[in-house]
């Protein structure tokens, strides 16, 4: 590394920590911040839980003392107004679950939006959505939502506003239109909830409902937009005694065979291909805070199949998570830098090389995972604790070799004349994935209102490849309202024994305030840096700086309702000082009166040049370019709406121009 560069790398990080030291001497002050925090009690039940239809008819939900939420505000479009339609929320638990009734009245329920679409996947449509802070840390949390159809949403909640919607929780929920509005109700069992065994808990809650045709949503535990944080501004859930965390053992064997019949071919001679596989799946409580699961030889059959890219880049296809195992507690390996990458476990293994291959008559699709183990948990003291080990077998390719085995060949003057070849076709076999051992841990502290410090250690062990280790600490450092934080993290990785690899990612972000929001952060990646064998990294050689600037409106102005502008600008270097990243971009949406949308933008890209394209063979000028984009949309929840994106620019391969114009019909309101 240049000393010009470890000269800035150490400036960088003394700044940081300037800043980290500000941050949190602000938070430390203002660890209460004054507002009024919402409460709601829930009552204990003894006889079964209600029947969960929608339809709110259970004497359960009739008892007199409930305790109910209501006096919802407005947070859209005119925040801190009441809300246009009343919601009265009902809170009720036993020993397995706790249970929510939700009234949500509407004086037009004909125009209610209720399309039907999959689990998770966004809509138009009226819903009422439920948070949880169980640790009660102000940082993390769960969510469950229903929609007016039925359709059921759940993610996880990572440092107060980090939402990750591939976590899935085993619930129920029912829904029900009525002739007053429309009804639900949902049991959420506590095996799916993390929390401490306590006599009494207090939980972080927040209601929010959202009605389609309108745009309006409003939440029980109003905070303003000027506010930053979500799960750090919830209301309180109080009253829940007695309950206990799961600590039961659940074991789910499976066993599994396939057919597959091809047509015939030199590599499968019949054409049939039979497999077969058994293994299990267990998850036990260790304690009640932390969660032991493991597996034995996986069944990741049920997955569902990455979607076809066509990657023409020099980057490697970045691919999410989607199989059980590794989705359960993942956010909790979650850092600035990708360190961990579960798709690194159970790969696809790598490809013989022999120049006299002709074809595979089997090479294994996936590399197979002989068993893994995963520790996760919040203890009492704020400590979450993140551990996984994962082995891998060898696996081996068989295949066909066409090998010169026989040649004959006279010289006549100077010149070699081959009389006869014989060649051999040879089956053959050879190691491509050699037996592998991941393991990852990773350990946060909670400190002040609402922010942590971190670290995480990596190590890839395999045949044949020296260890590949990694290490970083990191921070997150917020005032107690959410306004401002800072954040970051510094790494650093050894996949050989000669050298060491550093980064380092810092920003800090205004995210309160009721027009002007920004973030200034750096990235540094020196060209050592290598987090590949467990981790993802698109690129090292790379320096880089960036500004957000953003301007927005929320209050009506004539016509207008709300309106943001942001302001980007960057650039980046290589170690060697190319220009390999600079531009800036201006991007603006309004939003009328009427539910209208009018946006648009304007980028330049001012690079000098690019050092991947030639795939390592020298820079490779980068032509500057510009490009324009509006778009103008008219309310989408009307029995048909417009959609109008022009826009125009100049590229490397020459001037472009596209438009695009959609109409949508919506011929009722489940359509």
């Known amino acids: 590394m240049h000393t010009k560069t470890i000269v800035l790398f150490a400036a960088l990080q003394a700044a940081c920590l300037l800043l980290i030291t500000a941050v949190s001497s602000h938070a430390q002050e203002t660890t209460s911040p004054e507002r009024e925090v919402k409460e709601l009690r829930v009552t204990r039940i003894q006889a079964d839980g209600p029947v969960i239809d929608g339809k709110l008819d259970d004497d359960i939900w009739k008892q007199p003392g409930l305790d109910l939420a209501r006096g919802f505000l407005q947070r859209e479009p005119d925040e801190g107004a009441a809300a246009s339609e009343s919601t009265l929320v009902a809170v009720v638990y036993d020993d397995d679950a706790i249970y929510f009734g939700f009234w949500n009245f509407d004086s037009n329920p004909d125009q209610i939006l209720a399309p039907l679409v999959r689990r998770d996947r966004d809509a138009m449509t009226d819903l009422i959505l439920v948070s949880l802070d169980c640790h009660h840390d102000h940082q993390s949390g769960s969510y469950f939502a229903i929609t007016a159809a039925g359709v059921l949403r759940d993610a996880s909640i990572s440092d107060d506003t980090n939402v990750d919607y591939d976590w899935d929780a085993v619930w129920e929920a029912s829904s029900r239109i009525q002739p007053w ?27 929010t409902r959202n009605m389609g045709r309108s745009g309006e949503y409003s939440r029980w535990a109003f905070s303003p937009s000027s506010e930053g944080g979500y799960v750090s501004r919830m209301g309180h859930l109080t009253g829940l005694a007695g309950i206990k965390p799961a600590r039961h053992l659940e074991v789910l064997p499976y066993t599994v065979s396939s057919a597959q019949f091809d047509p015939e071919s030199p590599g ?40 076809p890219v066509l990657n023409l880049s020099s980057f490697e296809t970045y691919y999410s998570e989607k199989r059980p195992f590794f989705l359960e507690g993942a956010d909790l390996f979650n850092t600035s830098f990708n360190m ?33 183990a995963k520790i996760t948990g919040k203890l009492a003291g704020g400590t979450t604790i993140a551990f996984l080990n994962a082995v891998t077998q060898e696996e081996e390719a068989a295949y066909t070799a066409e090998v010169v085995t026989e040649a004959d060949s006279t010289w006549v003057g100077e010149e070699l004349i081959i009389d006869t070849i014989k ?22 502290q909670d400190v002040f209102t609402n922010s942590r410090i971190g670290g995480t250690v990596t190590l890839a ?25 800072a954040q970051g993290q510094s790494v650093f990785s050894r996949n050989d024994g000669v050298n060491t690899g550093f980064g380092l990612d810092a920003e800090i972000q205004k995210l309160g305030g009721q027009h002007i929001r920004g973030e200034i952060g750096v990235t540094l990646r020196d ?6 064998r467990l981790g993802y990294l698109d690129r090292p050689d790379w320096q880089q700086g960036r500004l957000w600037v953003q301007y927005r ?40 009166t009427n539910r209208w949308w009018l946006s648009g933008g304007i980028s330049q890209n001012l690079s000098e040049y690019d050092d991947r394209e030639t795939r390592d063979n ?17 309310d989408q929840s009307k029995t048909i709406s417009l959609n109008l994106n022009p826009g125009s620019g100049e590229e490397r391969h020459g001037s472009w121009w596209a438009h695009w114009t959609g109409i949508e019909f919506r011929p009722k309101s489940n359509m």
Not at 462 to 483: E, I, L
Not at 623 to 631: L, Q
Request: net charge negative; proline share 5%.
């Open 181 to 207: 509005g429309w009804s639900a109700e949902m049991r959420i069992p506590f095996s799916c909830l993390r929390f401490a065994e306590k006599d009494e808990h207090t939980w972080g809650l927040q209601i």
């Open 461 to 485: 062990s395999q045949d044949a490849h020296h260890p590949a280790a990694a290490g970083g600490v990191d921070w997150r450092f917020s005032t107690a309202d959410g306004s401002w934080v």
């Open 340 to 372: 961990f990458y579960s798709r690194r476990i159970g790969r696809d293994p790598g490809y013989v090389d022999d120049d006299n291959l002709v074809y595979y008559t089997d090479r294994p699709p996936a590399t197979t995972i002989l068993g893994a």
């Open 268 to 307: 499968n001679p019949d054409g049939r291909d039979l497999t077969g596989n058994m293994g299990f799946d267990l998850k036990y409580g260790l304690s009640s805070n932390l969660i032991l699961d493991a597996t034995v030889n996986p069944d990741f059959g049920q997955v569902e199949l990455d979607q």
């Open 618 to 634: 020298g820079l490779w000028e980068y032509p500057r370019a510009w490009g324009w984009w509006a778009s103008f949309t008219t």
């Open 553 to 592: 409106t929320l209050d009506d102005w004539w016509i207008v309702r709300n309106s943001w502008n942001d302001f980007n600008l960057y650039g980046a270097w290589n170690y060697d000082g190319a220009n390999i990243q600079k531009g800036w971009n201006w991007n603006g949406q309004i939003e009328f």
């Open 527 to 532: 060209p050592y840096l290598d987090l590949n």
């Open 423 to 444: 060649i051999d076709t040879l089956n053959r076999t050879r190691v491509i994935e050699p037996v592998a051992n991941y393991s990852v841990l990773r350990l946060t």
